[in-house]
């Protein structure tokens, strides 16, 4: 069984930055790729950002790309995401996630973590 657990969200005014962690048990977790979505009230679950096992590969959304920058450590067993210039509209719970399948980009999800709330006030 695999745990994922977020920290590091809060509340920051808009324009300002957080960077959220999520920590990984288990040993095989530079084996997977790694994946951050986010959760807004009212809203379905939405992809923010990927990473692939090595972290050579990372993907974004359209609406974040060029804020957030997702890494990270497999010596640390675990993975970043820094958000910078955030905007109201980035509020949202957000989730870890992790692949389902080793070494691959599938895009499908075993593991989720219980998620960190973001608040971006204007």
């Known amino acids: 069984q695999v745990q994922l657990v977020e920290s590091g969200g809060g509340l920051v005014h808009a324009g300002g930055s957080l960077r959220l962690s999520c920590a990984a048990s288990?040993?095989?977790?530079?084996?997977?790729?790694m994946g951050w979505f986010r959760q807004a009230p009212g809203k379905e679950r939405e992809f923010v950002a990927t990473?692939?096992?090595?972290?050579?590969?990372?993907r974004y959304a359209d609406s974040v790309k060029g804020r957030f920058t997702i890494s990270r450590d497999n010596a640390k067993n675990t993975v970043y995401l820094q958000m910078n210039s955030l905007k109201p509209e980035d509020t949202a719970v957000y989730y870890c996630?992790?692949?389902?399948?080793?070494?691959?980009?599938?895009?499908?999800?075993?593991?989720w973590g219980q998620g960190t709330q973001v608040t971006v006030s204007s």
């Open positions: 996630a992790r692949e389902a399948a080793m070494h691959t980009s599938s895009f499908t999800w075993d593991y």
């Open positions: 990473i692939n096992w090595s972290g050579g590969i990372t």
């Open positions: 288990g040993r095989t977790f530079s084996s997977y790729g």
